[in-house]
């Protein structure tokens, strides 16, 4: 359970008391610190349903329990969203008979999704390298009869790439709603109706997904063009409150889209718990079972490392998808002239679309230092620079910050250079900001620097568009998230094109742009899902729909290296759907995750082999070949492909957020082969022979690496690449890849708090850093107040702090004292650490609604980190940590001020953003 840490808006206009069920019930504009999920005994999709939930009401009013009904739900999962303006009868309402469990809600945030730029077809460069182009031309597969919904920020479907229709007959689109409106997260309660329809011509994020899922051909040609759409709307306009969309009304789309009908559904968004409990990850896992295929993204956050991929692409049978680079960047162009060098450059779409980077006639471009003596424009300048271009570096504030000291200085557009050679993302959106602002590569920034040293240069952008070549075409996307999931399950599953990508964006914005961003690859993938179910008439199985796109997969190298790159980046590798049509094979399972070297519970033993022993770091899996040639016999041989070991930590034990390779890609050392895994057919005997329309089992023993030290928590994997030949006319050959990862080591005995000799966790007074002295005595009230800082280096299913006294008793929870099912601490700019604050109360139980006085005495503050797959009612599973002795001489609280949610003091969320990707 993680408590979310977004803004939350107060509802004290609505009438609490009676619990409400009924059709007109508003969708509030935010959560709250009392908004939950309650589930319900049975299971969903039953009759019995509704007299459960009148059950539940009828003990809810015998409790005398006041509360809100946001939602209720009944299809994907059996229970109410509910606010309870006083948290402390949560632990009232679970007590109740007909109450399972409950789960705090979360926010789920819609932000820019990475982009590049404007026009020409360059999903084409894609498609070349997917198949997506063959299986079109030469199979004519676009995705008729397929229906695919898209919930996300609603489209824009009067483009005419889209059919520039709703449903009419022969439209696209025929299905849909608006679950917000435009003016969602505006912070107005009750929340406005939403709109008729799911229109969209202020965001845009939704537009792009669905353009390249079907777009039709003009500009942009999608990979499943001819499918039939349903627009599922839950993020309103960007620059309203929060940006953010609320669980249940995610779950509400959900719940929608199945009714519908919907053979795909594409989510483009993520973020919560980072764990397959996560209750949209259930759900998600829930319409698997009822035969949908669920695509996610897996999310913009490959730069904070390991397990980062976020929910709901983490449920059960989902397919998250990661992003790899397009081979082409097509954008709006920005055409400089110099004293010795005319040229064009491409740029990404502007921070705010609201205001577009065009100027139809030349501006002056200066490169000046701000006032604090830098080219990075963070801070105010000295002189003014009216109706100027200013060229700023990448770095050291927010694109907001630099938008806005330049347009006090008078500039009326912003360049920003990148550090790196691609572009990225330039988030401007600011009330105060109303000047365009764009990135560009840092070679083009650079020159447009020597042009400035000898002589005036200027500029113009206009609908003129260009497309370059992308260097890190066909390489995995920077910004890519990282399996695995804390339970060792392998995430991603498989990747697509998803970095710089040109496709549809409303009319009003320009109608189109290029994006980048998991947000893209979904869809991509969500599209040849559509295909392979045309492909087949629909008569397929959801698992099978997912072992065709991700056993067709190639594995991909590690940029400027000869190594694999490890699964836990790339999946199974970058999809192919003309292999994935054309597969006479499948596999199952799809991946193999190996649980961790000391202790393989499925080890060969399991099996029964004769002889077979476990042998620590070996572990056999038994696969099963399916021969799908109604006619041919099958032979089968496996070659054992090694891929490139991970970890999160230095060899001297330091945490390091960009994961360690080994090998090294930028060392000369010879690679010993027992630091490589590698993996064997065991049974039967070679050749496999498997016979028209029949399976073989196949016991396969993978070893891992005995050369890497365990203290260095390495992640090894690797690929078992299965060589298939017909024995048809013609010689049908084929490839699959089934990849593979472990833990070389104990994995349930890591450490989830950082190491005290690297500073954390540690106590000190509120508004100080200094750690606090053993025995200092300290008072407590409305000004004074301790902070206990620490970092999560690796997610936990329960994180409790307490406070202790001297013979290590518990006197209380602190708030937000007991936590379930949170991720990691990332440790980029925002998330490196987290707070608690000592502020005087206290609480008796787990569920944190009964609060107390905190009473002068001694104390320690003492942390319980329950360690990966441990069980937590095993008092040996924890990560134990105790501060030093402290003495608290006074209390002295203002009445009626009895804390309920953490108060935190300068560290931030335990995940990063949740976001739309």
């Known amino acids: 359970m993680r408590i979310s840490l977004f803004a939350c808006l107060a509802i004290s206009a609505l009438a609490y008391g009676i619990p409400l069920q009924s059709k007109n019930t508003p969708v509030l504009a935010a959560i709250q610190p009392g908004s939950y999920f309650v589930e319900f005994q049975g299971e969903p999709a039953r009759a019995e349903c509704d007299s459960e939930h009148k059950q539940f009401y009828k003990e809810v009013t015998a409790a005398g329990i006041n509360m809100y009904t946001r939602n209720t739900f009944k299809r994907l999962f059996n229970g109410v969203a509910i606010d309870l303006p006083n948290t402390r009868n949560l632990e009232r309402l679970e007590g109740l008979p007909s109450v399972k469990r409950t789960w705090p809600m979360q926010m789920r945030s819609r932000s820019t999704a990475i982009p590049s730029t404007n026009v020409e077809p360059n999903l084409i460069f894609a498609h070349q390298h997917t198949g997506v182009d063959r299986a079109q031309a030469e199979l004519g597969l676009d995705g008729r009869g397929i229906k695919v919904g898209v919930i996300d920020t609603g489209v824009d479907y009067m483009h005419p790439e889209l059919g520039g229709c709703w449903k009419t007959p022969g439209c696209p689109f025929q299905y849909g709603s608006d679950f917000v409106g ?228 008078g500039a009326v557009g912003v360049m920003v250079y990148n550090t790196e050679a691609e572009l990225m993302s330039p988030t401007s959106v600011s009330p105060n900001v109303t000047i365009p602002l764009v990135v560009i590569k840092a070679e083009d920034g650079q020159g447009i620097l020597n042009e400035l040293q000898v002589g005036a240069v200027s500029l113009t952008a206009t609908n003129h568009t260009m497309s370059v070549s992308n260097p890190a075409g066909g390489q995995i996307s920077r910004f890519s998230s990282w399996g695995p999931d804390p339970e060792l399950h392998q995430s991603p599953a498989v990747g697509a094109p998803g970095g710089n990508i040109f496709s549809t964006f409303p009319l009003a914005l320009g109608g189109y742009t290029s994006l980048s961003g998991t947000s893209m690859a979904s869809p991509y993938v969500a599209g040849m899902a559509a295909l392979i179910l045309q492909a087949r008439t629909k008569k397929i199985g959801v698992e099978e729909v997912r072992r065709l796109i991700v056993e067709s997969a190639h594995p991909a190298l590690e940029a400027n290296s000869t190594a694999i790159m490890s699964p836990l980046r790339q999946g199974s590798g970058l999809a192919n759907i003309w292999d994935s049509v054309n597969a006479l094979a499948t596999i199952d399972p799809s991946r193999l995750s190996l649980n961790y070297t000391e202790s393989d519970t499925e080890s060969s033993a399991s099996w029964g082999l004769d002889g077979q022993q476990h042998v620590v770091g070996q572990s056999t899996r038994m696969l099963t070949l399916f021969n799908h040639s109604p006619t041919n016999f099958m032979t089968c041989t496996m070659t054992s492909l090694a891929a490139m070991s991970v970890s999160s930590y230095m060899a001297n034990g330091s945490f390091t957020a960009v994961p360690r390779m080994w090998p090294n890609v930028n060392s000369t050392e010879v690679v010993a082969t027992d630091t490589q895994p590698h ?239």
């Open 182 to 409: 435009d003016g969602y997260d505006s912070g107005t309660t009750p929340h406005p109706k939403p709109d008729p329809d799911p229109r969209d011509t202020c965001d845009g994020h939704g537009t792009h997904v669905t353009g390249i899922i079907a777009a039709q051909g003009s500009k942009v040609k999608g990979v499943a063009p001819k499918v039939t759409l349903g627009a599922y709307r839950i993020f309103g306009c960007p620059g309203n409150g929060t940006g953010q969309s609320a669980d249940d009304v995610i779950l509400k789309a959900m719940e929608a889209a199945y009714a519908d009908g919907m053979d795909v559904i594409n989510m483009s968004f993520g973020g919560g718990s980072g764990w397959s409990e996560d209750p949209l990850s259930v759900a998600a896992s829930r319409l698997v079972r009822k035969g949908i295929v669920m695509v996610a993204s897996a999310g913009n956050d490959g730069s904070n490392g390991l397990y980062t991929s976020g929910s709901p692409g983490l449920g059960v049978g989902v397919i998250n998808v990661a992003s790899f680079e397009n081979w082409m960047i097509t954008s709006l162009s920005i055409d400089i002239v110099g004293v010795n060098k005319n040229t064009s450059i491409v740029h990404s779409p502007s921070g705010n679309n609201k205001y577009r980077f065009m100027f139809d006639t030349p501006a002056d471009v200066v490169a000046p230092k701000d006032g604090a003596g830098t080219v990075e424009g963070c801070a105010p300048y000295a002189e003014k620079y009216t109706n100027k271009i200013l060229l700023i570096k990448r770095g050291n504030c927010t694109f907001v910050d630099k938008a806005a000291y330049a347009q006090a200085a």
């Open 679 to 917: 993996a064997y057919i065991e049974s039967p005997g070679l050749p496999i022979r498997v016979a028209p329309g029949t399976s073989q089992r196949v016991y396969v023993r993978i070893i891992a690496p005995t050369g890497l030290s365990t203290n260095d928590k390495w992640f090894y994997g690797g690929y078992l690449r299965f060589n298939l030949l017909w024995d048809d006319r013609v010689g049908t050959a084929q490839s699959l890849h089934v990849p593979y990862t472990g833990f070389v080591g104990d994995y349930t005995k890591l450490d989830v708090l950082s190491a005290p000799e690297g500073g954390l966790p540690f106590v000190s007074l509120k508004g100080s850093t200094d750690v606090l002295e053993d025995n200092a005595h300290v008072i407590i009230d409305s000004t004074h107040k301790l902070v206990v800082h620490y970092r999560l280096e690796h997610p936990t299913r329960l994180l409790k702090l307490r406070l202790v006294d001297d013979a290590n008793a518990t006197q209380g929870y602190l708030p937000n004292g007991y936590v379930e099912y949170i991720g990691r601490n990332y440790q980029s700019a925002r998330g490196r650490y987290s707070n608690s604050t000592i502020n005087g109360t206290l609480y008796q139980d787990t569920d944190l609604t009964k609060p107390f006085e905190t009473t002068p005495g001694a104390y320690r503050v003492r942390i319980d980190a329950l360690r990966p797959l441990r069980n937590p009612s095993d008092p040996e599973g924890y990560q134990i940590w105790h501060s030093p002795r402290f003495i608290i001489d006074s209390v002295s609280l203002a009445k009626n001020s009895t804390a309920v949610a953490q108060d935190f003091e300068g560290g931030e969320e335990i995940l990063g953003n949740s976001e739309i990707f």
